[in-house]
């Protein structure tokens, strides 16, 4: 019995984007970031390496769309202003020129966030920590839930702004 397998190295196509091939690298965190949230130099030339090296789609790691509140609390980067597109922008450039499309996960950490690293409660839709032992989250009102949902529609049009071809949400 003959199998079929995904030619792997073969381009394919969502919507309007076209990796070269099914080749794709997973957001990993780097805490490469700024203290500011911005895009580092190091970055840049981390994705850059992976593009070189003939991956098809990278996905850059998870970035803030509400700091400080909705942030990790390390060197995470950020995208909930427009002070962060230029670099993006850079970063998109750099990909684009070896040939691989770029993504980009978005992220409100919610429950997992750390009071001892953003001064501030975690919050969440419930009260529930998100994993034992952590910090129990301040329940967030309807319109606080709202309000971030808001941003991650935002968040996704300052992406494309920036030459980014796709997102993931990270909830």
Known sequence: MKKEFIPIFEPFTVRRMTPKNKIITNPMGTNYGEQSGEMSFLHINYYEQRAKGGTGLIMVENASVDSPEGSNGTTQLRIDHDNYIPRLF???ETIHKQGACIGIQLNHAGAAAQSKRTNMQPVSAPDIPS??????????????????AKKYGEEATRAQTAGIETVDSHA
């Open 90 to 92: 850079k970063l998109t």
């Open 131 to 148: 994993k034992e032992g952590g910090e129990i989250p301040r329940p967030l009102k309807k319109a606080e839930i709202m309000r971030i």
